[in-house]
Structures are given as C-alpha cells and as structure tokens.
C-alpha cells in the first residue's frame, strides 16, 4: 500500500512570512500533483510534477519533486491571508489509472 | 468549458437508507474517479470507471458501487448506509489517453447518515 505523510498537519503563520510544507513516501510515484481545498469544497489542482528533481514555479509558489520521485515539497513566499487553505499532495498512479494517494494534508492558516 | 458538477451538495441520511450521488464530468473527459474524505483526511480512492466499466477499486466495501453513462457522467451508489459514510463524497474527471496525469475535482456532496 502506497502512503503519503505530509508535515506539519497543522501551520499558522504570520503574514509575510516564508513557510514550507513536506510530502513524504516510502513508494515511486509516476507524477505527484499539490491541491487547495477550501472548506466544504472539493480540492484545486495547483500543480504536478513529473520528472525526479523538476522544480515548478507558481508565483509565490515553489514545487519540487524529488530526485528519486518519492518526495515532494511546497515552498509559499511571503504568505498572505489568501493563501489559507487546506494543501493536499497526492501521488499519481501509473499509465491507465487515474487512482490518485492522497495525503492527509496540511491546514494552513495566514494571519492579516 | 465546463467544469465538474456534483449533486446534491448536501444530504442527509438514515441509517441503513441508499443513496446515490451525481456526476457531470468537465467537457471531454472521458473517465471518473470518485473519493470519499472524512473530516480532517485526505481524500481516499473509491473506484474509477472508464467505458462505462468499472477499472480500479480502492479498499471499500461491494455496497459501494457506481455506474458510467455513455455521456460520461457517473453515479455513485452506497448501500446500507452506516455512520461512518459520513463523509464529503468527491468525484474526480480525467481524459484516458490523453498523454495527461491530472485529475479535476468537483465541489463534492456532503453526505450525513444519521
């Protein structure tokens, strides 16, 4: 069984400030993709990665996934209040399968 | 272009009552996924149907079960509804085939067994 354990759980952070979120496995995963879940709403593709060590930028958003495609990590700059949300990673599956593994997410809040 | 539309966006439900869910997927995808997120949880894999034909499972039980329609959109059926099925249920569309890997979520319906 794939799993993905994202750290922290829970981060509340300032305005303005710099923070990173961790996505974790023990499995290779073909593709990892970062969602934003607001409450009560299904979640929003931000990004996926595909190629070991790629780096996607996204305005103050930075993605890298791992050499080894077992790990991947989001980098927020100067994180506003806009910014609050649920982050989920979730790791793709292999060629004819959408089956996505998500993780338990991180809760992010950004304080005015 | 049309997203993906889910409906309801609430329920509520009895005990070993059914249910079904409803899925439009966005305009010229071809497959569904559905997930099931409990509160505080990451979504977890149900099924995915692709031509009309169930093609993975994730670990839920048989009375969980969906249907895909020839326009593509999709039911989700839960049987003998127990309290943990309490859940927001999510259905995801993709385009098999399409050299893509994204999956393209709908708003979700909130589903409460009571």
């Known amino acids: 069984t794939q799993l993905l354990e994202q750290s922290p759980q829970f981060l509340s952070i300032q305005e303005g400030e710099n923070l990173t979120v961790y996505c974790n496995s023990s499995?290779?995963?073909?593709?990892l993709q970062w969602y934003r879940q607001e409450p009560g709403e299904g979640p929003v593709l931000l990004v996926t990665?595909?190629?070991?060590?790629e780096v996607k930028k996204l305005k103050r958003l930075t993605f890298q996934f791992g050499d080894a495609r077992k790990d991947s990590s989001l980098h927020i700059t100067a994180a506003q209040p806009g910014d609050t949300g649920l982050y989920l990673c979730?790791?793709?599956?292999?060629?004819?399968?959408?089956?996505?593994?998500f993780g338990k997410g991180t809760k992010l809040s950004v304080i005015p | 272009e049309t997203g993906v539309t889910q409906s309801p966006t609430h329920l509520i439900k009895t005990r070993g009552q059914q249910v079904t869910l409803r899925c439009s997927s966005q305009?010229?995808?071809?497959?569904v996924s559905w997930y099931q997120q409990a509160l505080g949880q990451g979504p977890q894999f149900i099924f995915q149907?692709?031509?009309?034909?169930?093609?993975g499972r994730g670990n839920f039980p048989p009375r969980f079960s969906g249907l895909q329609f020839p326009n593509y959109s999709s039911e989700l059926n839960v049987n003998a509804l127990e309290l943990d099925d309490s859940a927001l249920y999510l259905c995801?569309?993709?385009?098999?085939?399409?050299?893509?890997?994204?999956?393209?979520f709908g708003q979700g319906t909130r589903l409460t067994v009571v």
């Open positions: 995801a569309s993709s385009l098999m085939g399409g050299g893509g890997t994204e999956a393209f």
């Open positions: 499995s290779v995963f073909s593709s």
């Open positions: 990665v595909v190629t070991g060590g």
């Open positions: 979730a790791g793709g599956p292999g060629a004819g399968s959408y089956q996505l593994t």
């Open positions: 305009s010229g995808h071809n497959t």
């Open positions: 149907y692709y031509r009309e034909e169930e093609n």
